[in-house]
């Protein structure tokens, strides 16, 4: 059966605004609809300072549509005007453009800012990838530049930091146990040329992890500390998501050579997106940029291309931050596809549009790495010309 916007729409009066007043159709809070593949994506707009108020609203709008004869799922997202998060008056950071490493060899975490933090033997640069909210496709993200940077030609490794909801297992096709050395180092598993190391190998998918705070770090400082990484040029950690205390005491402990922020473009995600931001900042870790995800759709019939969820917003706010922005990835069905079969995009099609955007984006990490440790080092920068 097809979907039509109309339908939609008719179901989508069905939910009350906020506070009870209307619905959200007549309100004119539903932003444009697109169907694709009998899924439905929109947005809805809300006051910002009443975001985590409007989450009931937003789940109710899924399932009202999800309920619509032949839809096979739905996207909404919450958007709203920018009212602010705190940061406006950060002063901007604009780093000098430098030349890449050269010789090919890994930039190390600028001394200066772990200090205090024990490195992880046969690991050059350890990079976080974070967000400050889930659902922004963090660690598709993750593992997509893990992937990039690989197919640059550097050896890449990726922790899956996320105790509670582990990823990797499933983004990267791999099943099984890891093995260990002497009965005490763990050995990563492997797939598509990366090591990776997961609680996901550990315990079942379906075990849920009830752990309170110190049994988290303990299990990160294992993973992290207690595996046969090296010898590796990245890691690439997959944080949590959120600011919570186990991404703090990692951001805290282990010796970031940087942190990548992956935001969607809608206001929303903007204001969690910042709280990342500035925990890294507060303990002393650079930020090698900030990728917009799902940042547009463009429709497979017609070519036509669709900002569902706003467009821009990560690239403004880099701007506005003085932080490098590292590239634009679509809402396309092929990366979501992909990861579910778990074998990534930049893996699967590595001649493909999508691949070739992760690796783009996984080429201005390496060069922020290089220009972070030319500026810890008070090394003179070499111009480049544009």
Request: proline share 8%; aromatic share 4%.
């Amino acid at each position: 059966m097809t979907v039509t916007k109309e339908s939609v729409i008719e179901h989508l009066k069905t939910v009350n605004g906020p506070d009870f007043t209307g619905n959200i159709v007549d309100l004119g809070l539903v932003s444009e609809i697109f169907i694709a593949d009998s899924k439905v994506f929109f947005s809805i707009t809300v006051p910002a300072e009443r975001a985590q108020q409007m989450e009931p609203l937003r789940a109710a709008a899924e399932r009202v549509v999800k309920t619509i004869p032949g839809v096979a799922g739905a996207v909404v997202a919450l958007t709203a005007e920018k009212k602010g998060g705190g940061m406006e008056n950060a002063p901007p950071r604009q780093p000098p453009r430098l030349a890449p490493a050269p010789g090919g060899h890994a930039p190390h975490a600028p001394a200066s800012r772990t200090s205090g933090k024990r490195g992880v033997p046969g690991i050059e640069a350890i990079i976080a990838v974070a967000s400050g909210k889930g659902g922004v496709g963090k660690s598709t993200t993750a593992v997509n530049l893990a992937l990039g940077l690989a197919a640059n030609g550097l050896k890449v490794g990726v922790l899956d930091a996320d105790i509670y909801g582990p990823s990797m297992p499933r983004l990267l096709g791999i099943r099984g146990r890891p093995e260990t050395k002497d009965g005490k180092i763990l050995q990563p598993m492997q797939n598509f040329g990366l090591k990776v190391m997961s609680m996901g190998f550990l315990v079942d998918e379906e075990t849920p992890m009830i752990w309170r705070g110190p049994m988290v770090i303990s299990a990160l400082t294992q993973m992290l500390r207690e595996c046969e990484w090296g010898p590796l040029d990245v890691l690439v950690v997959d944080m949590p998501p959120g600011t919570g205390d186990a991404q703090l005491t990692m951001a805290q402990q282990v010796p970031l050579a940087g942190a990548v922020i992956v935001s969607t473009p809608q206001d929303l995600a903007l204001i969690d997106a910042r709280k990342g931001l500035n925990m890294f900042r507060k303990v002393d870790v650079p930020l090698l940029g900030i990728v917009e995800n799902m940042s547009y759709f463009i429709a497979p019939d017609t070519g036509k291309r669709y900002d569902i969820f706003g467009h821009g917003g990560a690239k403004r706010e880099a701007e506005r931050l003085g932080v490098t922005f590292l590239g634009e990835v679509p809402l396309e069905m092929g990366i979501r596809e992909s990861s579910d079969d778990g074998r990534p995009v930049v893996a699967a099609k590595p001649d493909g549009p999508e691949a070739k955007i992760y690796r783009d984006i996984a080429a201005k990490v390496w060069e922020r790495l290089a220009e972070e440790k030319a500026s810890a080092e008070g090394a003179a920068p070499a111009i480049v010309f544009e």
